[in-house]
């Protein structure tokens, strides 16, 4: 069983709206989480990390929450635009360790 | 601040032939990491390395899978042979020496990755 599931697998929104993306996990010992986007084509970027006394981190129109009682994280994007359609990658790290999710996939369409 | 390179960016091959992806890190980054993406998954883990030595490389197909990293600096990916499940995306990524920085916030870099196609 994958340590890190993400949902929901994919989305399609409208240019402007909102969306969330959320990142449970199962790694332990936990040390931080990331979430990456990867853009068709390309490696993943990082956007935020998070360590465990961490709860929220900011990046732009990017904001990921941590809970880290309950081993869950989102991904909130604020008024999307069309260049935020990517693969959103939440990756666990603990024990040296890291975890990958299998992504989110995100389309915006105008 | 130049990126990690990789090339070839896309390579057809058929089954049973042998291909070979070359990876250059970001200059200074001691850690370096080869991943296997297939399409729709996260990026797995092939192997590690510190400097020129091996730190894990558990996930690694050493029937068929090698790399070496020379003077600690390039690296290169070898398959040989390939099979038509090694259809996917080899990502390589470099770090700073975990010793340098504290692990929480060691980041890694990727390159735009090699696109490998086995017919």
């Known amino acids: 069983k994958n340590q890190v599931e993400q949902s929901p697998q994919s989305l399609i929104i409208l240019e402007g709206k909102n969306c969330t993306l959320q990142c449970n996990y199962t790694v332990s010992p936990f040390s931080n989480l990331r979430w990456y986007k990867q853009d068709t084509g390309r490696g993943p970027v990082s956007l935020t990390i998070m360590t465990f006394s961490e709860n929220t981190k900011s990046n732009g129109r990017y904001t990921a929450t941590l809970d880290a009682d309950t081993k869950q994280s989102s991904l909130h994007i604020t008024a999307s635009q069309l260049s935020d359609s990517a693969s959103y990658i939440c990756v666990v790290s603990g024990n040296n360790r890291l975890a990958f999710g299998k992504g989110n996939q995100v389309v915006v369409i105008p | 601040e130049a990126g990690v390179a990789q090339s070839p960016r896309y390579k057809i091959i058929e089954k049973r032939q042998s291909v070979a992806f070359w990876c250059n890190p970001i200059s200074g980054h001691a850690t370096l990491y080869w991943y296997q993406q297939i399409l729709g998954q996260g990026p797995k883990l092939l192997i590690q390395?510190?400097?020129?030595?091996?730190?894990?490389d558990s996930q690694l197909p050493k029937d068929r899978f090698s790399a070496e990293r020379l003077k600690g600096v390039d690296s290169t990916l070898k398959i040989q042979p390939a099979k038509l499940e090694d259809s996917a995306v080899y990502l390589c990524a470099s770090s700073l020496d975990p010793a340098q920085l504290p692990s929480s916030y060691n980041e890694q870099f990727f390159g735009p990755g090699t696109r490998l196609t086995v017919l």
């Open positions: 390395f510190q400097n020129n030595g091996v730190v894990d």
